[in-house]
């Protein structure tokens, strides 16, 4: 306990300590002070809380499973992750992929590359949240108390978790991680600042919807726009650009961290950085992560049901949505399990009355 005390505090410090610096590279915030908002928290609680604007979905989150996957007060949870042992990886965080037509520091082709590294870190955790959901369920497909169990409380940054809930749910909420930054550190949903001329220091905005066909995390990604950018980090993250960064599109002028996010409604309101500022950019931002969140999620679902079958792949997702899995998937799979009975009686019943009504006549 001593340990994970000491391993949640400095993980903390690390991130005050970015935090206390301009554009930090954590992208959409995860704590609760040094201008972050626990941006990513807010806006996963939005699109999969049952607490939010989800609660229709029969597959959204519970209370305490959201708690571990979107994090609270000063636990990171599974979204949160990357921002306490990831920090200094721009893949994790979609950063690096800058480019801007014309004489640039580097080309297309590199900035592309960048982007790939990226993409290809979330299918990663992605399948690695598939993967654990195996063990989910026993030989005659019970689910497994033991696996299911969030008390004590899943631990993604102190050591791997062996738990198959909590392993399953850090994959797919770290993959969560880097699909939300992508719309803050990314020029995809936003639009430059009308007063300025489009260069480094304003890069277009391509204005374009959620989702992203290139966070298509079950296969490769189509060919990026030529246009897209996101932004270069260094320690030193300004604009202009310095050091590594100098003449080129940087994580400060681009990003769209901070601001207030409903966490019900998913309401974006009070952007404070730069390029946040313009228009409704911080607010395109949100909504855009918000919606890549619910197709990811969906995705998701879907994974498990083409890898492990539809009844087992249902359990699963009753198993990673519920709080008490045990006894609620239990009687999830009896409903689902006599559906067909139930119906096939009743078309018996309904032939036989049929016939006897024939005869009647």
């Given at each position: 306990?001593?340990?994970?005390?000491?391993?949640?505090l400095?993980g903390?410090?690390?991130?005050?300590?970015?935090?206390?610096?301009?554009?930090s590279?954590a992208?959409?915030?995860?704590?609760?002070?040094?201008?972050?908002?626990?941006?990513?928290?807010?806006?996963?609680?939005?699109?999969?809380?049952?607490?939010?604007?989800?609660?229709?979905?029969?597959?959204?989150?519970?209370?305490t499973?959201?708690?571990?996957?979107?994090?609270?007060?000063?636990?990171?949870?599974?979204?949160?992750?990357p921002?306490?042992?990831?920090?200094?990886?721009?893949?994790?965080?979609?950063?690096g992929?800058?480019?801007?037509?014309?004489p640039?520091?580097?080309t297309?082709?590199?900035?592309t590359a960048?982007?790939?590294?990226c993409?290809?870190?979330?299918?990663?955790?992605?399948?690695?949240?598939?993967?654990?959901?195996?063990?989910l369920?026993?030989?005659?497909g019970?689910?497994?108390?033991?696996?299911v169990?969030?008390d004590?409380e899943?631990?993604?940054?102190?050591?791997?978790?062996v738990r198959a809930k909590?392993a399953?749910?850090?994959?797919?909420?770290?993959?969560?991680?880097?699909?939300?930054?992508?719309?803050?550190h990314?020029?995809?949903?936003?639009?430059?600042?009308?007063?300025?001329?489009?260069?480094?220091?304003?890069?277009?905005?391509?204005?374009?919807p959620a989702?992203?066909?290139?966070?298509?995390?079950?296969?490769?990604?189509?060919?990026?726009p030529?246009?897209l950018?996101?932004?270069?980090?260094?320690?030193?993250?300004?604009?202009?650009?310095?050091?590594?960064?100098?003449?080129?599109v940087t994580?400060?002028g681009l990003n769209?961290?901070?601001?207030?996010?409903?966490?019900?409604?998913?309401?974006?309101?009070?952007?404070?950085?730069?390029?946040?500022?313009?228009?409704?950019?911080f607010?395109?931002?949100?909504?855009?992560?918000?919606?890549?969140?619910?197709?990811?999620?969906?995705?998701?679902?879907?994974?498990?049901?083409?890898?492990?079958?539809?009844?087992?792949?249902?359990?699963m997702?009753c198993a990673?949505?519920?709080?008490?899995p045990?006894?609620?998937?239990?009687?999830?799979n009896?409903?689902?399990?006599?559906?067909?009975?139930?119906?096939?009686?009743?078309v018996?019943?309904?032939?036989?009355?049929w016939?006897?009504?024939r005869?009647?006549?």
């Amino acid at each position: 306990m001593r340990r994970r005390r000491l391993t949640i505090l400095l993980g903390v410090l690390v991130v005050l300590g970015l935090a206390a610096t301009p554009g930090s590279a954590a992208g959409f915030g995860t704590i609760d002070t040094g201008g972050q908002s626990r941006e990513h928290e807010r806006l996963t609680r939005a699109a999969l809380s049952c607490a939010g604007d989800a609660r229709t979905d029969r597959d959204c989150f519970e209370p305490t499973t959201m708690d571990y996957l979107a994090g609270h007060d000063h636990e990171f949870g599974a979204v949160g992750a990357p921002d306490s042992d990831e920090l200094s990886d721009p893949g994790a965080h979609c950063d690096g992929a800058d480019y801007v037509t014309g004489p640039y520091p580097q080309t297309r082709t590199q900035a592309t590359a960048a982007l790939d590294d990226c993409l290809n870190q979330m299918r990663i955790r992605f399948g690695e949240g598939l993967d654990a959901a195996q063990r989910l369920l026993g030989p005659d497909g019970e689910v497994l108390a033991n696996e299911v169990g969030l008390d004590p409380e899943c631990r993604s940054r102190e050591e791997r978790e062996v738990r198959a809930k909590c392993a399953a749910l850090e994959g797919f909420g770290r993959a969560l991680h880097g699909v939300q930054d992508f719309y803050s550190h990314s020029n995809w949903a936003d639009e430059a600042d009308p007063t300025r001329p489009i260069g480094d220091e304003n890069p277009p905005g391509l204005d374009l919807p959620a989702p992203s066909p290139l966070l298509d995390l079950r296969g490769p990604a189509p060919d990026p726009p030529v246009d897209l950018t996101t932004g270069c980090y260094v320690a030193r993250d300004e604009v202009p650009g310095v050091g590594d960064c100098r003449l080129r599109v940087t994580h400060a002028g681009l990003n769209k961290d901070r601001g207030q996010i409903d966490p019900v409604t998913g309401a974006a309101t009070d952007p404070t950085t730069p390029r946040g500022m313009v228009g409704t950019n911080f607010a395109k931002a949100v909504s855009g992560a918000v919606t890549e969140t619910r197709r990811e999620w969906q995705d998701f679902r879907s994974e498990l049901v083409a890898r492990y079958g539809s009844e087992h792949g249902e359990r699963m997702i009753c198993a990673l949505t519920h709080d008490d899995p045990v006894n609620d998937c239990a009687r999830r799979n009896l409903a689902v399990a006599t559906a067909v009975p139930i119906g096939l009686a009743a078309v018996a019943v309904g032939a036989i009355l049929w016939i006897r009504r024939r005869r009647t006549r």
